[in-house]
C-alpha cells in the first residue's frame, strides 16, 4: 500500500466504516450492490467530508490558524462538518453559504444543515442566488487578518489535493475490507460534485496498483465539464504525493446524465432512489448527492450496463440531515 504517513493527519473519523451487501436492492435490481457506509464517519451525522478534513485541518494547525472559513450552498454538507471540526480542534468558524435557485424555500433556509450549522456555532453568512461566495469569503480573510485572526480557507467541498488525501486513505480500507470478504469488485459508483472524493479514490487506486473503475454520477454539470473538473484534481493529487500526473489519462469516468436541471434540484428518479434503498435497506440518501448518484447507479443497473453478474461497490457520501430541507418535496 501507498504510505501517506508523511501528510500530517487529525483523528476525526470512525474508521473502518462498514462495508455491507444491499441484499434487497440487489435483487430488485438484478446487480451485487454493496455500499460503503461513509455517512457513518462520524462527525456531526457523518459524511464523506470528514475524511478530507483530518487533512486539512492538520494542515491549518500547521498554519497557526485559529478560524477555518469555507463556502458552500445553503445545505452544504461540507459547511456542516467544517463546523463541527472547528468546534472540536478549538477553531473559530465562518461559512459563506449562497441560496440555491430551484431549491424547496419552506424548510430550507432554518432546518436542515442550516440548523445544524448554528447549533455547531458557526458564524454563517447568508448569501442571495448568483452571489460569490469565494470574493466575500476572501473579503472577509482579509478583515480578520487585520483583526489580528489568523483564517484559513478551505475549498468548496474540502477538494483539493490535500483534501483528496482522505479518499486515498479510504482506498486502503475498501481494499482490505473486500479482500476479507472475498469480493472482487468490478466498480466502484459515486455522487460527484466538487471532485475531492473521485479524485481522491481514483489516486488510490493508481497508487495500490488496483485497477478499478470508478464512476462519478455528476450531481451539478455534464459529463464533459466534470470529467475536466477530476481530472485536474485527480493530476494535483498524483503531483502532490510524488507521482507521476500522467497516470492519471483514462481513468476519469463520469455520468452527467442524471443530475436534471442543476445542483440541489431534485428528479423523480432522485426521490425513487431515496424511496427504495429507505424502504429496502434502512439506508437514508440525500436528496442533492447520494439520491441522485444512486438515480444514476439504479438505471444503469436496470438498463444491463454492468451485467448482471457485476459486483459494484456505491460509496454513501452521506447528507441525510439535508432531508429535513426537502420536506416539502414529493
Known sequence: ??????????NICHVPTPLEIMPRLSKTLGCNLYVKRDDCTGLAGGGNKARKLEYLVAAAQDAGADTLVTIGGLQSN?????????????FACEL????????????????????????????????????????FAAQRMDQLIAEGKKPYLIPIGGSNEIGSLGYMR??????????????????????????????GLVAGLIAAGVDIPVLGICVSRDTDEQNEVVLTLLKKTLSYIGLDPALAEGRVHTDGSYYGKGYGITTPATLDAITQTAQLEGILLDPVYTGKGMAGLMHLCRNGNFGQSKNILFIHTGGSQALFAYQETK
Open 1 to 10: 500500500m501507498f504510505k501517506l504517513d508523511k501528510f500530517p493527519r487529525v
Open 96 to 135: 459563506f453559504l449562497s441560496d440555491v435557485a430551484g431549491t424547496p424555500k419552506q424548510d430550507y433556509y432554518h432546518n436542515g444543515n442550516i440548523l445544524l450549522d448554528n447549533l455547531l456555532g458557526a458564524r454563517l453568512h447568508l448569501l442571495d442566488e448568483g452571489e460569490d461566495e469565494a470574493s
Open 170 to 199: 479510504c482506498v486502503d480500507e475498501i481494499i482490505s475490507q473486500i479482500k476479507h470478504k472475498n469480493i472482487k469488485l468490478d466498480h466502484i459508483v459515486l455522487a460527484t460534485g466538487s471532485a475531492g472524493t473521485q479524485a
Open 78 to 90: 461540507h459547511a456542516r462538518q467544517t463546523a463541527a471540526a472547528a468546534a472540536k480542534f478549538g
